[in-house]
């Protein structure tokens, strides 16, 4: 079983930035695609962000492409959103994911495991 603790969640505002962290406990998550999901109110779940455990190959939604990076430390078990330029449209509840399998998949469904959720909220 692995348990996934997000952190770094936040207020602030337009333009700003923030750096999620999360934090794989438990059994390791060596092998594993590791994701960032977000949520916001009212609406289903959507994909942000994944990278793969080798060579840490990375993919992002449109929405967020050249603003957001994913990176990992496999040592640490650990995975980071760093977010850059944030707007309002990015307040949201953001899910780290892990999942057994190789390659890039950008659907909830294949994940395992998830983390409680991290608030980020952006105002103008």
């Known amino acids: 079983q692995v348990q996934l603790v997000e952190s770094g969640g936040g207020l602030v505002q337009a333009g700003g930035s923030l750096r999620l962290s999360c934090a794989a406990s438990g059994r390791t998550v060596s092998g594993y695609a590791m994701a960032w999901f977000r949520q916001a109110p009212g609406k289903d779940r959507d994909f942000v962000a994944t990278?793969?455990?080798?060579?840490?190959?990375?993919y992002y939604a449109d929405s967020v492409k050249g603003r957001f990076t994913i990176s990992r430390d496999n040592a640490k078990n650990t995975v980071s959103l760093q977010m850059n330029s944030l707007k309002p449209d990015d307040t949201a509840i953001y899910y780290c994911a892990a999942g057994s399998f190789s390659g890039i998949r950008t659907s909830d469904r294949s994940y395992n495991y998830w983390g409680q959720g991290t608030q980020v909220t952006v105002f103008s």
């Open positions: 990278i793969t455990w080798r060579p840490g190959t990375t």
